[in-house]
């Protein structure tokens, strides 16, 4: 990608190239990215909090790429566009996945990796199973695999959000990561419940549960008599064990779980050695 001097009055290249840090050392920078696409509300409740930490800098999809998982573009170049509102740049936007996102902007557009990544603020909750499909969550894991200490905030609503408390605990939690790190390897899930900040119970510390979106295929036949389908379902929550992720936005809390990239099933590597095998 070719570099260019020219600078917006956000101090970002009006082309694409690389993005202007700031001071190194002098305050944090910030990633911020999801996969509901550039224009998402979220993204920009949980910017204008987080701008309160340090530097943000945004690049996100440029339209909604849920449930993709940790997909990236290898077979078609990756585009990069400015975001406007009025005369202001607020954001950049790829043609790629929200782990593109990430590894662009840190491989590609910023001069220094920044110091933290926060992705959302999704529209839904993603817990238990929903995990492995995410898009906002996956983002976080590549921010984890190139050594960026990252978090996932989602909010438990399909429709009237309300965003600002959601925001206020990214920033809350983004504070504490940024004072104290991560294990390696480790990012945190947060998954809000959608209430206002005096109805919610409070946080817990949790695992993944087990619930899981619950798939219908309609069938449907297009305007010359072909048949397709349309994914549809609902999202079940089936976790009655209050340690879950599931159990605790159900029940008013927001829930923070530390997750890992590793998917290995340690207990059963014994059980599986004892597997006759060889020839």
């Known amino acids: 990608m070719p570099t260019s001097s020219a600078r917006s009055s956000s101090g970002c290249p009006t082309e694409p190239g690389r993005l202007a840090s700031g001071e190194e050392g ?12 550039i224009t998402s509300p ?8 987080l701008k309160r930490l ?8 440029e339209a909604e790429r849920s449930a993709v998982g940790h997909a990236i573009t290898t077979t078609i170049p990756l585009r990069i566009q400015e975001f406007r509102r009025g005369d202001e740049v607020v954001g950049f936007a790829t043609s790629g996945t929200p782990a593109d996102c990430v590894k662009i902007a840190v491989r590609a557009l910023l001069e220094v990796p920044p110091d933290l990544v926060v992705s ?17 969550v996956s983002a976080a894991t590549e921010a984890r695999i190139l050594g960026i200490p990252s978090l ?26 940024l004072e104290r790190g991560l294990p390696p390897g480790v990012l945190l899930n947060v998954n809000v419940p959608n209430l206002p900040a ?30 397709y389908y349309w994914l549809t379902g609902s999202y079940e929550v089936n976790d009655d064990d209050p340690e879950t992720d599931g159990w605790a936005v159900a029940n008013g809390y927001v829930s923070v779980t530390p997750i890992s990239f590793d998917l290995t099933a340690h207990a059963a590597r014994a059980e599986l050695a004892g597997w006759d095998l060889d020839d």
């Open 42 to 49: 979220g993204l920009h409740a949980l910017s204008a909090e």
């Open 120 to 136: 959302g603020i999704n529209r839904g909750s993603n817990l238990g199973t929903n995990v492995i499909y995410s898009g906002t």
């Open 152 to 177: 996932a905030i989602s909010l438990d609503a399909d429709a009237d959000a309300d965003w600002s408390y959601a925001a206020v605990v990214g920033r809350r939690l983004a504070a504490q990561v």
């Open 198 to 227: 005096g109805r919610v119970r409070g946080f817990r510390i949790t695992r993944q549960g087990s619930s899981r979106f619950t798939e219908e295929f309609v069938a449907r036949e297009d305007p010359r008599h072909q048949p």
């Open 26 to 37: 002098t305050t944090a920078l910030i990633l911020v990215t999801n996969d509901d696409g």
């Open 54 to 61: 340090g530097r943000v800098i945004v690049v996100a999809p």
